[in-house]
C-alpha cells in the first residue's frame, strides 16, 4: 500500500475539511485504515480508524461527535470528515494503514506524508 494523503488547509474554529487518502497500489481494502495527528510539540496521537468492511469505526474521545471516518474501496480512498473543528485540532494528520489498529504504529503499518490542518480562531 502506498498512501497520499490530502485535503488540508487553512480553515476558520468552527469550520469543515475534508481528509482524504488515497492509495495508489489499489490494495486499500486489505486494510484497517487510520488517521493520526501530532501537533507542533507534542506527541503524535490517534484519532480515527475504520475497520476492512467499513461498518466498524473508532474516535479518540477529543474528535468523537465532530469527526466521521469512512472510506470508499472501490476507489481506494479513506476520508475523515472533520466539523466543527476547533483551534486545538491544528496538527499534521497522518493517514494510516494495517492489518488492525494496533499495528499502525508498528512495523506492519504504512504511513502518508501528511497533510496540515490549521484552524484558527
Known amino acids: 500500500v502506498q498512501l497520499q494523503a490530502s485535503g488540508g488547509g487553512l480553515v476558520q474554529a468552527g469550520g469543515s475539511l475534508r481528509l482524504s487518502c488515497a492509495d495508489s497500489t489499489r490494495t486499500l481494502s486489505s486494510y484497517t485504515m487510520g488517521w493520526f495527528r501530532q501537533a507542533p510539540g507534542k506527541e503524535r496521537e490517534f484519532v480515527a480508524a475504520i475497520n476492512r468492511s467499513g461498518v466498524g469505526t473508532f474516535y479518540s474521545d477529543s474528535v468523537k461527535g465532530r469527526f466521521t471516518i469512512s472510506r470508499d474501496n472501490a476507489k481506494n480512498t479513506a476520508y475523515l470528515q472533520m466539523n466543527n473543528l476547533k483551534p486545538e485540532d491544528t496538527a499534521v494528520y497522518y493517514c494510516?494503514?494495517?492489518?488492525?489498529?494496533?499495528?499502525?504504529?508498528?512495523?506492519?503499518?504504512?504511513w502518508g506524508q501528511g497533510t496540515l490542518v490549521t484552524v484558527s480562531s
Open positions: 494510516a494503514a494495517a492489518p488492525s489498529i494496533a499495528a499502525m504504529t508498528g512495523a506492519s503499518g504504512s
